[in-house]
T-cell receptor, first 114, second 111 residues
Framework: EAQVTQNPRYLITVTGKKLTVTCSQN?????MSWYRQDPGLGLRQIYY???????DKGDVPEGYKVSRKEKRNFPLILESPSPNQTSLYFC?????????????FGPGTRLLVL | LAKTTQPISMDSYEGQEVNITCSHN???????ITWYQQFPSQGPRFIIQ???TKVTNEVASLFIPADRKSSTLSLPRVSLSDTAVYYC????????????FGSGTKLNVKP
């Protein structure tokens, strides 16, 4: 089944404890992206990657890192999480860049930073 | 990247037609308009896309006036399952790497 998977789905952590949220897609998509969703602020793009070893900042990249060493994986790294990073995170992928390309979203990861 | 403006929320009743308007005053010549739907606790999913006039698929219709400064997503005969957030995006398909979803429009369908 074609899908985007994220792990973990739920995570509670403490300030400053490094964490990684994994994202994997099995559709051989070139474009992958991370978003965070907060009440009243909608869906905001954190980072995106147009292909292996190519990443770029979205609208809210501060406090996050990403890497794209393989086409299928695009992990989101929080080196030193803070409470303002408590949010719902979505990973997405699409066959290529461009608004023509439909993005496929993962199920989401709900993160709470204490 | 053209900024979009949508109403924060809308209410409707089952069986009614719902029209959600998106304003994009600074839309560029090459920009296309795309709408996504998001159910609670799920990621958004593509609904419809267009450049001008009218586009229709099995889910919705998209109306774009001649000046293209706005667009209207039309959902015919909504049901409770259409309760969701609807996002309007605008971008040049040949130069579109960043996605700006904004806050979207929360549609609440009542019985």
């Amino acid at each position: 089944e074609a899908q985007v998977t994220q792990n973990p789905r739920y995570l509670i952590t403490v300030t400053g404890k490094k964490l990684t949220v994994t994202c994997s897609q099995n559709m051989n998509h070139e474009y992958m992206s991370w978003y965070r969703q907060d009440p009243g602020l909608g869906l905001r793009q954190i980072y995106y990657s147009m292909n292996v070893e190519v990443t770029d900042k979205g609208d809210v990249p501060e406090g996050y890192k990403v890497s794209r060493k393989e086409k299928r994986n695009f992990p989101l790294i929080l080196e030193s999480p803070s409470p303002n990073q408590t949010s719902l995170y979505f990973c997405a992928s699409s066959p290529g860049t461009g608004i023509f390309e439909t993005q496929y979203f993962g199920p989401g990861t709900r993160l709470l930073v204490l | 990247l053209a900024k979009t403006t949508q109403p924060i929320s809308m209410d409707s009743y089952e069986g009614q037609e719902v029209n959600i308007t998106c304003s994009h005053n600074n839309i560029a010549t090459n920009d296309y308009i795309t709408w996504y739907q998001q159910f609670p606790s799920q990621g958004p999913r593509f609904i419809i896309q267009g450049y001008k006039t009218k586009v229709t698929n099995e889910v919705a219709s998209l109306f774009i006036p001649a000046d293209r400064k706005s667009s209207t997503l039309s959902l015919p005969r909504v049901s409770l399952s259409d309760t969701a957030v609807y996002y309007c995006l605008v971008g040049d398909p040949y130069n579109f790497n960043k996605f700006y979803f904004g806050s979207g429009t929360k549609l609440n369908v009542k019985p």
